[in-house]
């Protein structure tokens, strides 16, 4: 069964640099049209969007991360990368890595991303979910 596989979380201070991955444990996704991204949730608060990227190069990011975290992802068969840069402690939270297959789920994913609508409940939109990674920053 394919799943998402993320690593590279940890502790870091404020300013600090991190870069966390994510692989699919048994074989890639094969699909001509599809699209990956990263999550946060803290407790109590619901899942946001950080980044996405899809087969065609499109990259959204959510504002809050703009020019401080990169998604990258050369192609299908390479793992799916966040580095994030000059962390806040506002950044801290438990990183997710998500796939979605097909035009429209990907559309949804990145109008979550750039905030423009929450991830639905339950976010049916998201066709594979990693366990996440915890990132933490202290001040």
């Known amino acids: 069964q394919m799943q998402l596989v993320e690593s590279g979380g940890g502790s870091v201070q404020n300013g600090g640099s991190l870069r966390v991955s994510c692989a699919w444990s048994e074989y890639t996704l094969r699909s001509e049209w599809y699209c990956m991204g990263w999550f946060r949730q803290v407790p109590g608060k619901k899942r946001e969007g950080v980044a996405a990227i899809d087969s065609d190069g499109i990259i959204t990011y959510a504002e809050s991360v703009k020019g401080r975290f990169t998604i990258s992802k050369e192609n299908v068969k390479t793992p799916l990368y966040l580095e994030m840069n000059n962390l806040k402690p506002e950044d801290a939270a438990m990183y997710y890595c998500?796939?979605?297959?097909?035009?429209?789920?990907?559309?949804?994913?990145?109008?979550?991303?750039?905030?423009?609508?929450?991830?639905?409940?339950?976010?049916?939109?998201?066709?594979?979910w990693g366990q996440g990674t915890q990132v933490t920053v202290s001040s």
């Open positions: 998500a796939a979605a297959v097909g035009l429209s789920s990907c559309h949804i994913l990145h109008t979550v991303v750039r905030g423009v609508r929450d991830l639905g409940e339950p976010p049916l939109e998201i066709d594979y």
